[in-house]
């Protein structure tokens, strides 16, 4: 934890069970049952049906003169007084037909590539919240210290497949320049891809140009191996702000992946019913992503959902509600009709790690699997409706997400399996602890979990009786000591700092360079 | 709470919002969408291929002489030194073809009836621990006025649709009779369809002559509109004991529906693997299921599942695993298979209710509502690997069940659903708080949990901070302030009265009767 390790981390060995703590090993993990159909073929033409009358019709609001140029050429209709841009059904279709059903991200690691789209399962890192919280130290403004600590965590427990935008913030570096040190932090404290920061050009392609350094490629090569990625908010309703059009700009000139994510709260940012919210956030979604093959056909696209309620007594965001896991759902049923990647989260609203907090997170994890869900963005930390991150809740969904990975699992069935053999060597009655089909199985017959104590209540009561909050505590404290920095090349650390510097200098004569 | 409380009850309303407490109100559950199919049709033709072997070659050993009789009859080959009986697969063919494919039960309220098969979902509770907890008294072992406050609870949250065997065992009274004190509470306390303790044949008339008198019809009338029902477990592997089966053969005989649930702990009671426990629990539930057809053709009786694994490290069991998860799920394949109702559970193995009893009762939860389950037995209070009764957990299991339910609400899906005309009429970038199209639905639109708390962190501290723990604990002590003893015929409390006092004393003058 401490910048002596910097120098000298050992080799990070992949797969290792991860120091003291029994963890699965890094895995791509794919999804081996048919997605859920929550809507019948009609219901799904009626959804993209009033999706594309909201395109022609009403239009997506753009900030961006180039944003509007790029649409008039398609042949949109685009007013340049009220800045909205209206388009026919037939310039989204042109734009899916240039959007690739899958792709990769590779990082320094490339042990680590990680697929988008198909069957294949991501698990993003939580990303954005402006606070930190653990059961030891409370909670705080977000602060470089954090920030490097999650990405630590991030790199040990290897359920977490990438990095999300900026894990907290940490809001005592300047403004401008404190995506280069988080940045860096990803591509030196982890071996893992990491989503940019696209507020404006500069900070994406400073997320490039970093990325290329570390893993020793030029920026030309990384278009066609892509090794960052970036989620594009727009503001629901049907808003589309200008320093969000020019990172998506600068990430799809690059050839590197976009997620659209229209940020639509039912009965806020959309309708308060269901099918009206994923109108909206479908058209939104479309026009994102149709913007993404307007400035670079072909270019990665991934179809975002964040579609949630409110609290209808207060306005306050709710999360992992069953309107929440249907919509996961079906917004899993859209994307595959456009045969795009999915993204979507398994957030929560709660305000520490209780109770509340795992069933809301469960319930919009099941949503999110069933959904068949390429990405589940936000899935290791999230707390307080996105305000904090934090330490213990990262330990919890580390442990939901490798039941999950598990439970995804197909069953072993050879004959054997079947165990004919093994019943018929037990008397009625008795039981199968020595049986030799459990000898010669039981280490690795079923999951062992992290942070579940299965001990009897009196032993459970003698070693302390530590609640799984507690223990997740003990966990997150023994990861961090448990650490490996994954070791990086000193050219290519050079490298990266002189980047640092030249850009920190850069930005602080001029703020917007 | 207290005895006074008896004599005076208000009428109860069915589908109140339950004093202060918002809840759902009672309703019949339909899950809608299609059971997931976790194995091909080739898979689940190897593990009932295997089970005819279990039940052909192998054999399940039995204790009671009727039993072997009924089987001897049928053609089943009959082994009287060894106890065992071995059939083929023409007799298990020809009881499935008799047992009806779904049942309902009727309570003393024909409102509150319940359907077990097709795609309906029943919720019960808990069912046989030895000890309570709550946080305010701590753990204890099982009594009476606890035993009370849980039929209470029971009765007053309307996502419990029925009472399980013993939520806790009264122990501080006499061993041979406090089954009447339980279902005298079952019937006085509450208006649900309950299960008898069927541990020989007089606990299970008892809780039939008991119904029938709270419904004031015959045991008679009962056996073309079943009020009680059991289930029967086997003690895997391969045995079947005396008791059961006279339990078993008293409900079959007065038509009462019988469920048959293999204790197959993968590892312990079964082989390690997955295939091998459900090949053998699916031979133990259709020994079963055939027996209750030997006994009296067109019982009604369900299929029963309780497969999970134990802890490999210490032999103790584990539920809410991700093999539990997929049991759950088989185990319906096979319940479908054979077009009987399916009951299985969503069982946790935590000491504490924490983090680990949500995520675990979570887990297990989604697999039996994936697996079509009919009855998810143990839905509300289990805690400690069913040790232990818990009003918090009961709390929290209430909350979990209401999500489900409301996630398996079909969409409202009419042209005004889908919400043009509402996003038409909010300008991009506003918002939709105050459109007619929200305020004409704002206060049905979203589920309103109980548990879940949305404020914002700063309110949510002002108003004390309060974690779900903390509140489930208030929320079951409103529940039993705002609980109405539901009206009893003074007539059917005296006959009830009568009853319990003529078998208290028969019971004690010789035990066995």
Chains 1, 2 share one sequence.
């Not at 930190?132 to 470089?144: A, E, F, I, K, S």
């Not at 994102?288 to 179809?303: A, F, R």
Request: with cysteine; glycine share 8%.
């Amino acid at each position: 934890m401490s910048q002596d390790r910097r120098g000298g981390g050992r080799r990070s060995k992949l797969g290792r069970s991860g120091g003291g703590i029994a963890q699965l090993p890094w895995q791509s993990v794919k999804n081996p049952y048919p997605p859920m159909q929550m809507l019948d073929e009609e219901r799904m033409e009626q959804l993209h049906k009033t999706s594309m009358r909201i395109l022609s019709e009403l239009g997506i609001r753009v900030m961006s003169e180039r944003v509007m140029d790029l649409f008039a050429k398609a042949g949109a209709i685009v007013d340049r007084e009220s800045n909205t841009i209206r388009i026919d059904e037939s310039i989204v279709t042109e734009a899916l037909r240039k959007a690739p059903s899958s792709f990769t991200l590779t990082s320094r690691n490339p042990d680590k590539q990680v697929e988008f789209g198909g069957n294949s399962l991501v698990f993003g890192l939580v990303a954005g919240p402006p606070n930190v919280h653990d059961r030891v130290n409370g909670r705080r403004p977000g602060n470089l210290p954090d920030y490097q600590n999650f990405i630590r965590l991030a790199h040990h427990f290897n359920a977490i497949h990438i990095i999300g935008n900026q894990v907290v913030a940490p809001i005592e570096l300047p403004a401008n320049s404190r995506h280069l040190d988080t940045y860096y932090a990803n591509l030196t404290l982890s071996d893992l891809s990491f989503h940019c920061t696209a507020i404006g050009r500069a900070r994406a392609m400073d997320g490039i140009n970093m990325m290329a350094i570390a893993r020793g490629i030029s920026v030309e090569e990384m278009r066609a191996s892509p090794g960052v990625t970036t989620i594009i908010s727009i503001n629901s309703p049907r808003l589309f702000d200008d320093a969000m059009a020019e990172g998506l700009i600068a990430m799809a000139e690059h050839g590197q992946p976009v997620t659209v994510t229209p940020f639509t709260l039912m009965g806020a940012m959309t309708p308060v019913t269901l099918a009206a919210a994923l109108c909206q956030q479908n058209a939104e979604a479309l026009f994102g992503v149709t913007l993404t093959q307007l400035v670079n056909p072909g270019t990665p696209v991934m179809y975002g959902a964040f579609t949630s309620n409110v609290d209808m007594k207060s306005g306050a965001p709710a999360f992992g509600t069953p309107e929440n896991a249907k919509a996961n759902i079906i917004a899993g049923q859209l994307a595959r009709r456009y045969n795009l990647p999915y993204r979507t989260s398994n957030a929560n609203a709660s305000n520490v790690v209780d109770l509340q907090a795992a069933y809301e997170t469960e319930m919009a994890t099941w949503g999110a699997v069933l959904g068949g869900a390429n990405l589940i963005y936000h899935a290791a930390g999230w707390l307080e409706g996105g305000l904090t991150a934090s330490y213990e809740k990262l330990v919890l969904d580390v442990e939901i997400l490798q039941n999950m990975m598990e439970f995804l699992r197909p069953l072993p069935f050879q004959e054997d399996d079947l165990g004919f053999e093994a019943i018929k060597s037990v008397p009625a009655g008795g039981h199968f602890f020595g049986a030799e089909h459990t000898m010669s199985r039981y280490t690795t017959a079923f999951y062992q979990p992290m942070l579940s104590n299965w001990q009897n209540h009196g032993a459970w009561q003698e070693a302390g009786g530590k609640d799984a909050l507690e223990r997740a505590t003990e966990l997150w404290q023994q990861a961090l000591h448990d650490y490996e920095e994954p070791v990086i090349d000193p050219a290519i650390r050079e490298e990266l700092d002189a980047y640092v510097a030249r850009r920190r200098e850069e930005i602080a004569a001029n703020p917007e360079a």
